[in-house]
């Protein structure tokens, strides 16, 4: 499809809202936006508020077992079936989806959705959106730019640092034809047993937290890209994952606005775009045991009215269990829309859930109105992303922007002053290459990050090599055997040292067991925490410890530079490490982080 084929299908509806391509377009015209919606039908109306998953690589031609995803789930073929049958609004890309296989490919899968939205009958340009967190949570990988994840921003504590972050992913996304990305994540981490948030957070500490979320926010802005500041009203403190259950917040109301209200209040002040809203219980602000996804007195009586929040709110995803517990499907997307909502991410049935609103419409339940005043919203965002006057990418754009030599050396500079140094008795660390040549490299390996290579091991050993040592790797796994372990304690008697990576060690993780037995060899050994760094509260024997808080490559290169002494550790704790055997007290606070 030719860039000139592409900019014709839209002409019609795009000429008539034209807006500067500056990095913020002008303010939209409110009369011209009103006019469009007073000429929608009531089912067009309903369709823009939905933002949908489709299953291919192509908008028009995925391959045959997408189609049959497709018609299993949704009911049409394509893409473009389920644009021109419910007129949804926006689409999310997906990995597992096969959306995300190339940047060509995305650029070109982004163009065919604007047009078979814009062909329709009064067509409106789509927000395409996805997760792009960067770190644990990623959609597009390489060779697109991938940097480290939240905490270890936080780590690195530099808010010039996540506006950078914010700003190339920003351009890279838009160059990609993605303009709404599911980033960056508001919440405030005070819980170590937390299992969906953990370092997708910055860290514990509000204010640290407020300021990086205001930076990344101020970056994605400057490449006209929409953020989205998630999980309202905060997500930090739970030990459930609401993708699987129902997390219930225990926070008074002056403990949410001590912490967890900040980093929000700093997203709003900023001119976030979107919030994403949390499949939690929040007894304090809401006694009813709805989740804060359905509720109006959080929602439309604390962001909107207390907090003055007028731009977009988006669902998390609705398949989720959190938000299916007490309602059916078919009530979950209406009570959301009377709660205060506007866009409704993902529906497990998208015929389901948009017929289940138009009939509210109809039935009196909800108003016309009321649809109204959310469609407002997202096609002010629309017409302020530019996309009236640009809804389509190119090659060229693609080649100039994405995974450029310059963006991944920022990548890794900015790592390298993440990766943190929690112990190094000894002076264990760095290690060198000319005394200790030869290194064994052992880990759990869990899977990379969508779009890094991996596995952890392999990646590190690599980097390790690289930097003047003949690494080997060995992948122990999560839960090493004993023979697993035995295997790795007699390939460290042919090593000179030990660097063993960990990922969620607990008390009784044959993790633990294995670093015990690899210390106990009397070879130098340096645990590297993988993901949590509370894995050194479980680790006493090792003489060096060291957290990168993600395992996609480029968080754990920047680790090898630290090891191998190519770079100064420069990370600081953004969140407490407490006692292993006294979780009451802190065995490391914010702000440690040792350097040589």
């Known amino acids: 499809m030719s860039r000139r084929t592409v900019l014709a299908a839209g002409a019609g509806i795009t000429a008539a809202l034209t807006v500067p391509t500056t990095a913020r377009a002008a303010a939209p015209d409110e009369r011209r936006l009103k006019a469009l919606i007073s000429g929608m039908s009531l089912e067009e109306k309903v369709g823009q508020l939905f933002v949908m998953r ?109 506006r950078t972050l914010g700003r190339i992913s920003g351009a ?34 509000p204010v640290a937290v407020a300021e990086l979320v205001a930076a990344e926010v101020k970056g994605y802005q400057s490449a006209r890209v929409a953020a989205t500041a998630k999980h309202f009203p905060g997500h930090g ?55 804060a996804t359905l509720s109006e007195p959080i929602l ?55 017929n289940a609103v138009l009939k509210a419409v109809q039935d009196g339940e909800l108003t016309e109105a009321r649809l109204d005043e959310s469609i407002l919203r997202i096609l002010r965002m629309k017409s302020r992303l530019g996309l009236f006057g640009e809804p389509y990418v190119d090659r060229a754009g693609v080649d100039r922007v994405v995974g450029t030599r310059s963006h991944l050396a920022t990548a890794d500079r900015i790592a390298e002053r993440t990766t943190t140094l929690l112990v190094n008795e000894d002076a264990t660390l760095p290690l060198d290459h000319r005394r200790q040549p030869r290194l064994l490299v052992v880990g759990a390996d869990p899977a990379s990050p969508s779009g890094t290579t991996g596995p952890p091991t392999g990646v590190l050993a690599a980097a390790l090599t690289e930097s003047g040592f003949t690494a080997t790797a060995l992948s122990t796994g999560m839960s090493p055997s004993a023979a697993t372990i035995d295997q790795a304690v007699a390939a460290a008697r042919d090593a000179d040292a030990v660097v063993v990576g960990t990922y969620n060690v607990t008390a009784g993780s044959s993790q633990r067991t294995l670093v015990d037995r690899l210390v106990a060899t009397g070879k130098p050994v340096v645990a590297l925490a993988v ?66």
């Not at 919440?187 to 860290?203: C, E, K, L, T, Y």
């Not at 606005?257 to 602000?285: C, N, W, Y």
Request: charged share 20%; proline share 7%; net charge negative.
């Open 531 to 596: 993901r949590n760094p509370y894995d050194v509260a479980h680790l006493p024997s090792v003489r060096a410890c060291l957290a990168s808080y993600c395992w996609t490559d480029v968080e754990l290169r920047a680790a090898a530079r630290v090891i191998a002494g190519r770079v100064r550790p420069r990370g600081k704790l953004p969140v407490p490490v407490q006692r292993a055997d006294d979780p009451t007290r802190v065995l490391y606070p914010i702000g440690h982080g040792l350097t040589y």
């Open 172 to 205: 890279e996304l838009r160059a990609l034809g993605i303009n709404q990305d599911y980033s960056p994540d508001a919440d405030v981490n005070v819980n170590p047993a937390n299992p969906v948030i953990g370092v997708r957070s910055f860290g514990a500490d």
């Open 300 to 354: 439309t009586g604390i962001l909107r009215g207390e907090l003055g929040y007028d731009g977009v709110v988006i669902t998390d995803s609705l398949g989720m269990e959190g938000v299916r517990t007490k309602y059916g499907d078919d009530r979950v997307p209406v009570l959301a829309l009377k709660a205060g909502v506007d866009q409704l991410l993902n529906p497990p049935s998208i015929d389901t859930a948009w």
């Open 237 to 291: 403190d739970t030990a459930v994952d609401s993708h699987y259950g129902f997390p219930v917040i225990t926070h008074s109301r002056e403990l949410w606005e001590k912490l967890d209200a900040v980093p929000f209040r700093s997203a709003i002040a900023a001119g976030i775009d979107s919030v994403m809203t949390a499949h939690i219980q929040f007894p304090a602000l809401d006694d009813s045991g709805d989740p």
């Open 54 to 162: 489709v299953y291919g690589a192509s908008a028009t031609a995925p391959d045959q077992a997408d189609i049959d995803a497709n018609l299993g789930e949704l009911g049409v073929r394509t893409a473009a079936e389920l644009i021109a049958k419910y007129r949804v609004g926006g689409i999310i890309y997906f990995t597992w989806a096969h959306n995300t296989r190339n940047p060509h490919q995305i650029a070109d899968l982004s163009n065919g959705i604007q047009k078979a939205s814009l062909e329709q009958p009064r067509g409106l340009p789509m927000l395409i959106a996805t997760d792009q967190e960067h770190g644990a949570v990623c959609r597009v990988g390489e060779p697109a730019t991938l940097f480290p994840g939240a905490m270890a921003i936080g780590a690195g504590g530099s808010a010039a640092d996540a």
